[in-house]
């Protein structure tokens, strides 16, 4: 059956190509001041239509809160006392920002030395088409009780699923659940996701006069609000690079998977000669502490500016945290650091934008053991376990909910695909790999439950 089943799944990888293409094509994102919000019904009536395809009998497109819409479904299987999981993926994607950046057209899938290009290749539309396949290579043949969920505003952060969750949890239930918007350490090398860590942003204002005025006849003198915000700015790291947030920890330490700094320095494209920051390893600094990064500030562009002091002027923050620490406490303590960082009396406001949750899975229970043999034996290689950067809220909102299910987050994704970034793509041997270590979870899983 093991044989069978790698045989099947890489014979599905042609239609996997001419599906993402399909996909990809589909420019779902869900911001409509930046695209059309057809694009995202179009995505998500496509998602419907393939799992009815494939022995879904309640496939429904379901409204969330945020306006946005759920692709959900359930498919049991012949035994009803086998356990059920429930498939996650999402249908929108990033902007493609630059479009000039990307070495080949974003809503086009196009193959570049072996690995396909476009947005949301990797994330999450890949992941969509590595179910498709795991279903496929199983037809009938599927030994636990099927769920899905596929949304389409998960980029954009407003929290449509998670509420909707919360308010019909019986849609969700689950034994297991495969949240697949993650990936592995490098290409091939097989890796879960156990942590999560959370963030919180804010928008810091700063102001300090009533107009522009000019930069000959008062600076000096006058407090510009750029310059405020620029040395309140450089208050949140200490000379070494690390996060210096007052009443945050700073000193956690990474206990799983290491990544190596010279892999680390090629999968973030580091310039020659810049230096990685912090004093920890680069599993700390990623997984373990906190991290403080400036999303956008407001400033006059350097072409068109003019001789003047600014009155006001506004820095967009995201603060990622680790598991251990609470978001309001760590709101609460940078917003407090960057009120008694001002200089010189000027004003300061904060604005809370958005909050989450770290998360911290078990990874003790017999979905794990068998999800762990499964991406062994289609890698070929030991699974690993990693830490994310990044924060995914509904992974709280089900833990809280289903606190007996066991949370599993992997995916196609790994450092190369560049999510979120120009020039995103996949690993096609990726999709192939993780699609056969889920069918081959769904049989092991099945056989260890009692």
Do not use: I, K, T
């Given at each position: 059956m093991s044989a069978d089943l790698r045989e099947r799944s890489h014979a599905l990888m042609g239609t996997v190509r001419d599906e993402l293409t399909e996909l990809i094509a589909l420019r779902s994102v869900a911001d409509p001041r930046q695209f059309p919000p057809e694009g995202c019904e179009r995505a998500a009536a496509w998602v419907r239509d393939k799992f009815l395809a494939e022995g879904f009998d309640d496939v429904r497109l379901e409204l969330t809160p945020d306006g946005s819409q759920a692709v959900v479904g359930s498919r049991p299987c012949a035994d009803p006392a086998a356990p059920t999981v429930l498939l996650y993926a999402h249908y929108d994607v990033q902007p493609p920002l630059d479009d000039a950046a990307w070495r080949t057209p974003p809503f086009e899938l196009h193959e570049v030395d072996g690995r396909w290009y476009g947005r949301g290749a990797a994330d999450c539309k890949g992941n969509i088409l590595m179910h498709l396949v795991a279903l496929r290579s199983l037809g009938a043949d599927i030994p636990v009780n099927l769920r899905l969920v596929v949304e389409g505003s998960e980029e954009a952060g407003t929290g449509g699923l998670e509420a909707l969750v919360a308010a019909r949890p019986d849609l969700f239930r689950a034994d297991a659940i495969l949240v697949c918007d993650t990936g592995n350490a490098a290409v091939g090398k097989p890796a879960a996701t156990i942590?999560?860590?959370?963030?919180?942003?804010v928008i810091v204002t700063v102001e300090s006069l009533t107009s522009e005025i000019h930069s000959g006849m008062f600076g000096g003198p006058v407090p510009d609000a750029l310059a405020a915000l620029v040395k309140i700015l450089a208050s949140l790291r200490d000379?070494?690079?690390n996060t210096?947030?007052?009443?945050?920890?700073?000193t956690g330490t990474w206990t799983g998977e290491s990544y190596p700094p010279d892999q680390f320095r090629a999968d973030a494209a580091l310039l020659e000669g810049v230096e990685l920051i912090g004093d920890g390893s680069v599993s700390d600094m990623l997984w373990a502490r906190p991290a403080l990064t400036v999303l956008g500030l407001d400033a006059a562009p350097v072409l068109g500016s003019t001789a003047a002091l600014l009155p006001r002027t506004a820095a967009r923050l995201n603060l990622r945290i680790p598991p251990g620490t609470d978001p309001e406490a760590a709101r609460d303590a940078l917003v407090a650091h960057l009120v008694a960082a001002a200089p010189w009396g000027v004003r300061v406001s904060v604005e809370t934008e958005a909050m989450g949750a770290p998360f911290l899975a078990d990874s003790t229970g017999p979905a794990y053991r068998a999800f762990t043999w499964a991406m062994g034996e289609a890698f070929g290689v030991p699974m690993t376990t990693l830490g994310q950067g990044g924060s995914i809220p509904l992974c709280n909102v089900f833990a809280d909910l289903y606190p007996q299910a066991e949370i599993i987050l992997m995916g196609v994704e790994e450092p190369l695909a560049l999510i979120h970034a120009p020039n995103e793509s996949v690993d096609p041997h990726e999709i192939e790999r993780c699609a056969l270590?889920?069918?081959?979870?769904?049989?092991?899983?099945?056989?260890?439950?009692?």
């Open positions: 942590s999560l860590r959370g963030m919180v942003n000379d070494a690079g210096v947030v007052d009443g945050l920890d700073r270590a889920e069918a081959y979870f769904f049989q092991r899983y099945a056989a260890l439950r009692p």
